[in-house]
């Protein structure tokens, strides 16, 4: 089992930055591939950014490209989504998450079915 949690939701106004945390416990992440997934009201989960453990390579979608940064820190078992030049369409409840790291491709890892472990969700609101 891998507990993770998330935090560093918030309101800000179009342009700003925030840092999300995500802090996982119960498991050597070494094997996983993290996940950071966004849900809009009325609209589905989706994949905002992802990284390989084991590599620290970073994935994203096209929406958030050149203003999202993902990472990880090894010794604290965090992963961390910094977002910057925030958009009134990046407001969601963004959620961390992780499975084992099977493919070596990173589409895969863009579908939300794939992914065994779940936060509990942060809010993200920006301002326009």
């Known amino acids: 089992q891998v507990q993770l949690v998330e935090s560093g939701g918030g309101l800000v106004q179009a342009g700003g930055s925030l840092r999300l945390s995500c802090s996982a416990s119960?498991?050597?992440?070494?094997?996983?591939?993290m996940g950071w997934f966004r849900q809009a009201p009325g609209k589905e989960r989706e994949f905002v950014a992802g990284?390989?453990?084991?590599?620290?390579?970073?994935y994203y979608t096209d929406s958030v490209k050149g203003r999202f940064t993902i990472s990880r820190d090894n010794a604290k078992n965090t992963v961390y989504l910094q977002m910057y030049s925030l958009k009134p369409e990046d407001t969601g409840v963004y959620y961390c998450?992780?499975?084992?790291?099977?493919?070596?491709?990173?589409?895969?890892?863009?579908?939300?079915?794939?992914?065994?472990?779940w936060g509990q969700g942060t809010q993200v609101t920006v301002s326009s």
């Open positions: 998450s992780c499975t084992v790291d099977r493919y070596s491709g990173s589409y895969y890892y863009t579908r939300r079915s794939l992914y065994d472990y």
């Open positions: 119960g498991r050597t992440l070494s094997n996983y591939f």
């Open positions: 990284i390989r453990w084991s590599t620290g390579t970073p």
